[in-house]
């Protein structure tokens, strides 16, 4: 099977345009992990390749348990302790790692300050990781234009909203928590599903505020479970997986014929991304009516002859003339740590929390088993916070 091959070098010739800009390109191969536990161990991810370029926004697909959030912690660089890879993961021909100001991570959770509006959150996050360098101005400018490209004006003096304080809704949440990554600018952004727990209105909203984001030069990669079509339509490149093995790597566009090809095409009327999954998912072979492991092993076989090396191989020529752009953003930490100050105080005179404990568990401090005792030890927790952050 083999994918047109002029479309992918229209693909590769119009990102060598991005040299001048000082552009950037990810590119992976033959990424395997394993995961130990209690002497045993497990393949997750087998042998992967790929690449990712600029201007484009990447879904990595596939059934629970295929792999995607794997695949992306591993390009991300934070994997589990518990977890071996192999393999190479280059950014512009060198290993980089997220905290050097070029590569943002966003989780599938929210972790907020509920007491915080949404410009209070981005300004004291602006104030901890943007260089020392930037006048307030600027700072401030840079903060704006994230609030208004986020489409956050409306709910720009809300508050987060905690425990006892009604706040932004989940789209909402989801938006602040992907412009805490935007502040940076960083060229490549990685997201663990960022649709989850939203309806398909904000969903589409928020994959087409990435779709914007990475159109000014940037690479977006975010793992995604069951997009609707109107999203999947968004989508640049996607790579689908099933069992920690790739089943189809390439345009988005080109998977339909892909899989029609191979003798599974998608019927009319139906979500592209559902055909997709039923046909590659085998967690139900032994109870679904429907046998599935026949239309699995079929594509499987089809797509080991799809191939991606010569891609790969010129984007790593293109990659050895780039790594000038990349810089590293750090800010002074005494402004840091003046800053938290100043952001955990805030917190807790808000939360009423810090100032009211019962003999039972504390809501300010749910994660402690027993709870808090006493006003001090709420206020040790908080001061403890300002450390370990």
């Known amino acids: 099977m083999k994918i047109e091959e002029n479309e992918h070098e229209e693909q590769l010739e119009s990102s060598t345009v991005m040299r001048e800009k000082k552009a950037i390109y990810l590119r992976w191969e033959d990424v395997t992990a394993v995961v130990v536990r209690k002497g045993a161990t497990r393949k997750l991810l087998n042998r992967l390749s790929g690449y990712a370029l600029p201007d484009r926004i990447m879904a990595i697909m596939g059934p629970s348990g295929s792999g995607k959030s794997t695949l992306l912690d591993a390009l991300a660089g934070r994997l589990s302790s518990n977890v071996i890879m192999s393999g190479n993961i280059l950014l512009n021909g060198k290993q980089r790692k997220i905290g050097d100001g070029s590569i943002s991570y966003t989780t599938q959770e929210d972790f907020l300050f509920g007491t915080l509006t949404v410009k209070e959150t981005l300004t004291y996050s602006a104030h901890l990781r943007l260089p020392n360098t930037m006048t307030k101005d600027e700072i401030n400018s840079v903060i704006e234009n994230t609030i208004m490209n986020m489409g956050l004006q ?139 492991p026949s239309l699995r092993d079929s594509v499987v076989s089809v797509s080991s002859k799809f191939e991606s090396k010569k891609n790969i191989r010129q984007i790593a020529l293109i990659n050895e003339e780039l790594m000038s752009g990349l810089i590293e953003r750090r800010n002074n930490w005494r402004n840091q740590l003046y800053t938290l100050t100043i952001r955990c105080f805030v917190n807790m005179i808000r939360d009423l929390g810090y100032f009211w404990c019962g003999n039972d568990c504390c809501p300010a401090c749910p994660e402690l088993p027993d709870g808090c005792r006493s006003f001090s030890s709420c206020n040790y927790v908080s001061v403890v916070g300002i450390w370990t952050l």
């Open 154 to 292: 409306d709910c720009a003096e809300n508050k987060v909203g905690n425990w006892h304080l009604r706040g932004l809704s989940g789209g909402e949440k989801r938006r602040l928590s992907i412009s805490l990554e935007i502040l940076t600018q960083p060229s490549v952004m990685f997201l663990d599903e960022p649709t989850t727990g939203l309806d398909s209105a904000s969903a589409l909203f928020v994959i087409q505020a990435l779709k914007n984001i990475a159109l000014d030069g940037r690479i977006v990669v975010c793992s995604i479970h069951q997009p609707s079509s109107y999203i999947f339509d968004l989508f640049d490149d996607l790579c689908l997986l099933s069992s920690g093995e790739t089943i189809y790597f390439g345009e988005a566009k080109l998977a339909v014929k892909f899989f029609a090809e191979a003798g599974f095409p998608c019927p009319t009327r139906r979500n592209p991304s559902d055909h997709f999954l039923r046909c590659i998912n085998s967690d139900f072979d032994k109870i679904a009516p429907t046998p599935l």
